[in-house]
């Protein structure tokens, strides 16, 4: 099952319960990469959370089509399916990048079910300074920069073949993320959960905990936590991650239809107040 551009991102591993989806989660990756790259953290989530990748044109499940050049192509051509996963309370996940884009689709969007937005190893949109210029650099001097800052995975790093796909895909993903300081800063209408590693180099000078600055909602909710490890802090640790991002979901679910079930009794009272009248 696709929805323009959306892929569900289904289980190889077999489970004894199989439960009725409760939330859709759409996982937007990093740059340079396919959505797929996190499909081991998409299947250490429990059934009740139904995952869906945005994979970005010119890669992955998408490598035939055109790279977008800029931040304004890209929401577009994201926008364009996003309609087709609303009928179920939605929550965005953002890797590094993906958490930018994500935030921008968000407000330019503004999904009716959004319930809930996770950050991770993500600069806060307000504080997007030091992008450097990847088309002043060779392709030795982009590798060096990246690896330098832990930012390639170490199968692409080691594969010369793969390595030669990524560098195209990496400048296009550095273009969209050179547009992100062009667009205002507006508050999320939902909380946020940002995760991060420690010893992420990509994140020195960028306060990542800022994210909660444009969380919206209940302001209690949203919360930070730091995890030892770099960029890529979740490898190892899909199962321990995926709990704590699950019961951080759940809570927003049900905190979700708990607002909205209230709402809905204070409008039958006020109806049938009116109807006595």
Request: aromatic fraction near 8%; hydrophobic fraction near 45%; charge should be negative.
């Amino acid at each position: 099952m696709n929805a323009l551009g959306y892929f569900k991102l289904g289980r190889r591993r077999s489970v004894k319960t199989v439960l009725e989806p409760r939330l859709r989660l759409i996982m937007f990756g990093f740059a340079g990469g396919t959505v797929t790259a996190l499909h081991s953290l998409a299947e250490a989530l429990p059934t009740s959370i139904e995952v869906w990748g945005a994979e970005y044109p010119g890669r992955g499940m998408r490598w035939r089509e055109k790279l977008n050049s800029g931040v304004d192509d890209l929401l577009a051509d994201l926008r364009a399916g996003l309609y087709m996963l609303d009928e179920l309370p939605l929550a965005f996940l953002g890797y590094s990048m993906g958490a930018n884009v994500a935030y921008r689709l968000a407000l330019s969007t503004t999904p009716k079910n959004l319930c809930a937005f996770i950050a991770m190893s993500a600069r806060p949109p307000i504080h997007q300074a030091d992008q450097w210029e990847s088309a002043q650099l060779s392709d030795a001097q982009l590798i060096a920069k990246l690896d330098g800052l832990g930012g390639i995975p170490a199968e692409i790093l080691n594969n010369s073949a793969i390595l030669e796909e990524f560098l195209p895909v990496m400048r296009a993903d550095l273009s969209v993320c050179a547009d992100f300081s062009h667009f205002k800063v507006e508050p999320l209408p939902c909380p946020i959960f940002m995760l991060e590693g420690r010893d992420d180099k990509l994140l020195l000078n960028a306060n990542a905990q800022l994210w909660l600055d444009v969380a919206g909602g209940d302001a209690q909710a949203s919360k930070h936590r730091l995890y030892d490890g770099g960029h890529f802090f979740h490898k190892g640790r899909e199962h321990h991650v995926a709990e704590e991002l699950s019961t951080w979901l759940l809570e927003r679910l049900e905190q979700t239809s708990s607002a909205a079930s209230s709402t809905r009794h204070t409008q039958e009272v006020n109806i049938a107040s009116l109807d006595r009248s």
